[in-house]
């Protein structure tokens, strides 16, 4: 008889998420809320790490310290990871015991629940309202089993984000030994008064961890780096259990130098703003609905134009070289979600828009 895993991975499906594969050459991926600038010139011309025959170090100083001082953060308070991803399941390890439940929202990021599943954790699921994360309905599921609660603001895959006062009422109302684990991937795109990173939370909380990554507006997402920033205690525990290696060496000077490539950042954030509204427009003038998104991608209702499923869409995208990611898994398989991608594609993407749904039309 083979050994058997514990029991809480016996029936898990690796969470391999589907960006989708095409036999045409030329394909365009919106399907994994990649930068599609690229990452910053300065990295090709900068990046002069050759020794990989040395491990890296297990805490990079210089990364830890680019990152404290252009975010204006304690440097203490900080952790690195191979990808945020790496530290949402170093976090569930950490702190559930078989038993103990987590809540994560109804379209939250996938990470989550498959994390907790791993850790051995119970799942609660707080249903959102109108596509918009719901505070009551976390603060309602909270029992003295509850140690962690999962909260991307902005979100994945729906694109909202709650307000600072809904941030600050959920904070308030949980207790001291739940944490609040506050992913903030999106946070570069969004420059809003009524946002919140998450960093303030920390320093007036013991609580709460903000996760931020590279993947997004850095460009960086095949390079896998993540950060999290908690006080110090929580950091530690998670240091003794996260991999002492888990970032690399190139991942570490790439992201140093995307940090401080302030331009860069700041022509992403302009050109992610400038191609959001005019999809907004585009869709708006072939009366397609979508979610209003703060990130780098959409939520895209087709259910007036196919109402059977977005299946045929995605197909329809796929045979015409265009990656979307179809919604199905939560359960809205009318919806599907696209990333903004570079001028041309956006158009090429919206062109293929309209060709179905005309064709639809003409059923
Ligand atoms: C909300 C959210 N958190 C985390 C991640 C993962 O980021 P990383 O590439 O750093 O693992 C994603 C990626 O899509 C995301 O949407």
Request: net charge positive; charged share 25%.
């Amino acid at each position: 008889m083979f050994l058997e895993p514990k029991e809480s991975i016996l029936n898990l499906d690796a969470y391999k998420p589907n960006f989708g594969s095409s036999n045409l050459k030329k394909l365009i991926r919106l399907s994994a809320n990649e930068n599609a600038l690229g990452y910053s010139p300065r990295i090709d011309k900068e990046l002069k790490i050759k020794s990989f025959n040395r491990y890296p170090p297990q805490h990079s100083e210089e990364l830890i310290k680019t990152i404290s001082k252009i975010n204006n953060l304690d440097q203490n308070k900080l952790i690195l990871g191979n990808g945020s991803d790496d530290l949402i399941s170093v976090i569930a390890q950490t702190f559930l015991k078989p038993g103990d439940e987590a809540i994560y929202t109804e379209y939250g990021f996938l990470q989550f629940p498959q994390s907790i599943t791993v850790a051995g954790g119970i799942k609660k699921i707080a249903k959102d309202i109108n596509f918009h994360v719901s505070i009551d309905n976390i603060l309602n599921l909270i029992t003295d089993k509850t140690r962690l609660i999962f909260l991307a603001n902005a979100n994945n895959p729906t694109g909202t984000f709650i307000s600072k006062s809904e941030v600050y009422r959920l904070i308030n109302n949980i207790p001291e030994n739940i944490l609040l684990v506050y992913d903030a991937a999106y946070a570069e795109y969004i420059r809003n008064d009524d946002y919140i990173d998450g960093s303030e939370l920390v320093e007036n909380f013991n609580n709460v961890i903000m996760l931020r990554t590279f993947s997004k507006l850095h460009g960086l997402a095949g390079l896998r780096l993540g950060w999290g920033y908690s006080n110090s205690k929580i950091i530690n525990f998670l240091m003794a259990v996260r991999g002492p290696f888990s970032v690399n060496s190139i991942a570490i000077e790439a992201g140093i130098i995307a940090m401080k490539d302030i331009d860069f950042q700041n022509h992403c954030f302009d050109f992610n703003l400038k191609s959001m509204k005019f999809m907004e427009i585009e869709l708006g003038k072939l009366g397609v609905k979508y979610v209003k998104s703060s990130t780098n991608f959409i939520l895209i209702n087709l259910s007036d134009q196919d109402k059977s499923s977005t299946k045929n869409a995605v197909l329809f995208f796929k045979k015409n070289g265009v990656l979307v990611r179809e919604m199905n898994v939560y359960n809205l398989p009318n919806y599907i979600r696209v990333s903004l991608g570079s001028e041309e594609e956006n158009n090429y993407f919206l062109k293929l828009l309209k060709k179905f749904i005309t064709q639809n039309d003409n059923r």
